[in-house]
Structures are given as C-alpha cells and as structure tokens.
C-alpha cells in the first residue's frame, strides 16, 4: 500500500517504483475579515462593490481525484510526485458595505506533492513540498485565490528496520503474499 505521509516523512519505505490513482472529498473552510476593504482604497476603483470585503466566510465542499507515483533509484533513492485535482460547491457570505450572500458557486483546488531522498535500512534523509491552491469565485468576475507552499527536511535514524506488528498485518494483507 502507498502512503502520500509515509513516503514525503520517511517512515515508509518502498522496494519498487509504484502509482497509484487516488480519489476523495475535501472540505475547505476560511474566515478573513479586516477593519476595512482588503483590496487598498487606491484601487478600488478597479472593482466591483461586491469586492470591497471587509469580512468574508466561505465553505468549500468537492471531490478530488490524481496520482501519485514514487521512483525508486538506485542506492536506496527517490522521487515522488503527486497531483490531485478537485472540483467543488462553495457557499459563503461577504460582508462589504452590506451582506451579500454568494449563490452556491463552483471553486476549484489542486493539491500537489513532492519528495526526494534517501530512504536506506536505518538512515533516511527527505526533502520534501506540499502545494496547495483554492480558488472560488465571488460573482462579478471577482474571485478568492487561496494557496500557500510548505517545504519539509526530515533527517532520521531507524532504531529497527521493521516494526514487527506492522510487517505482520502487511503479510496478512498482501493478497499476493497469501499464495
């Protein structure tokens, strides 16, 4: 089995190149408020009233879907790269010189992944970034972009290569290992 964690952390450790497709559902929520429009009083000329937010709650329901595939090179190295994609509803309610509640528009999000290390026996050292963008459209061609970028090194030393019970329940899962 793949796990997104497990490989970008360095506590899984894959013998073979593998992908997998993935699919899910994702909810987003986010609250942005100010003591005046987020957009600067110098270009608000630029925008609709609807944009001048000074307070803003959305939620963001969907399903997404991608792949992640993890290649594994010579002398215990890798790469991983994954893309989800997702589409979904958002319902909200922004504040500008009055409420203004959105019709339920459709936002989008994507999800990305990235990793390369060494994973060896007992020393494994990652780096590893985590993307994450979320759009959704407030009506009159305006629109929230949400994204923000994580970077991660993880450095570690395994005190056993194996953790017994958990070698154990693979096997046991492993249809291919039942025969």
Known sequence: MLSL????SGMQVSKKSTGVFGYGAYWYWDRMSADSSVIPESLSEFYAQRALVDDSRQINLGVMGGYAYSLILPKDFFIFLSAFPGVGLNLGQLESDDNYTTPPFPGARLDAHGAIGYAGPKIYAIFSTTAFWNGVPW???TRSNYS?????LSVGYRLTSTIGFLEKAANFLNPSEMF
């Open 148 to 152: 923000h970028i994580r970077f991660k």
């Open 139 to 141: 009506g009159d061609d």
């Open 5 to 8: 964690k497990g490989l970008t």
